[in-house]
């Protein structure tokens, strides 16, 4: 299998404090982790790429001092939303990505249960 | 990335069989192409991934041309459980993916 958890699975926090989620890959390891955000009827934005070991990768636009990436081993990354508003209440999701069987090289996402930020 | 489109929305009754097409004419070689379904406030599921011809597992089939500029998800004898949005994506053999706007399949008893 490839399963995927989220912690919490929704979060209620204050305007000003900060909430960290965890993702985990439960039965394979993983190099790399991404972290999305979905608004209610869009679809899913990419916010960074999370290397284990490394710095993550974030997309154009999105803070990278305000959505803190801790990718520190190959089963766990975190994402930690400072200083929270309530702007930055969503969906947020993360995705592990595991080595596919078949040719040519490729990879499969395995997408976690998500996590609902409110922030008030 | 090659970039995908395909319907906004499609409505089917229940035990039809669905098919979904998906365009991505900018495909490059080393490119898998993966389906995902989505429920509100849910995670993406993998439902299924292909390169060439034609994938079948427990769920969906997939068909993909020769030219591989498309491919068709199809679901057979939907339920209305199946109402959800399905995404198609390409990507390279190893990165990101960007998700489009998907499909809004709604079936009706």
């Known amino acids: 299998g490839a399963v995927v958890s989220q912690h919490p699975s929704w979060v209620i926090c204050k305007s000003g404090t900060s909430v960290k989620i965890e993702c985990r890959s439960l039965?394979?390891?993983?190099?790399?982790m991404f972290w999305y955000r979905q608004f209610p009827k869009q679809s899913l934005m990419l916010m960074a790429t999370?290397?284990?070991?490394?710095?993550?990768?974030?997309e154009q636009g999105v803070e990278k001092d305000k959505f803190l990436i801790n990718h520190a081993s190959l089963t766990l990354s975190t994402l930690t939303v400072t200083s929270a508003h309530p702007e930055d209440s969503s969906f947020y999701i993360c995705?592990?990505?595991?080595?596919?069987?078949?040719?040519?090289?490729?990879?499969?996402?395995?997408f976690g249960p998500g996590t609902r930020l409110t922030v008030t | 990335l090659a970039k995908t489109t395909q319907p906004i929305s499609m409505d089917s009754y229940e035990g039809q069989e669905v098919n979904i097409t998906c365009s991505h004419n900018?495909?490059?070689?080393?490119?898998?192409i993966t389906w995902y379904q989505q429920f509100p406030s849910q995670g993406p599921r993998f439902i299924i991934q292909?390169?060439?011809t034609k994938v079948t597992n427990e769920v969906a089939s997939l068909f993909i041309p020769a030219d591989r500029k498309s491919s068709t998800l199809s679901l057979p004898r939907v339920s209305l459980s199946d109402t959800a949005v399905y995404y198609c994506?390409?990507?390279?053999?190893?990165?990101?993916?960007?998700f489009g706007q998907g499909t809004e399949l709604s079936v009706k008893p």
């Open positions: 995705s592990a990505q595991k080595p596919g069987l078949a040719q040519p090289l490729h990879y499969e996402q395995y």
């Open positions: 039965d394979f390891q993983a190099t790399t």
């Open positions: 999370s290397n284990e070991g490394s710095k993550a990768t974030y």
């Open positions: 900018n495909i490059a070689t080393n490119d898998y």
């Open positions: 292909g390169y060439k």
């Open positions: 994506l390409v990507g390279p053999g190893r990165g990101k993916l960007i």
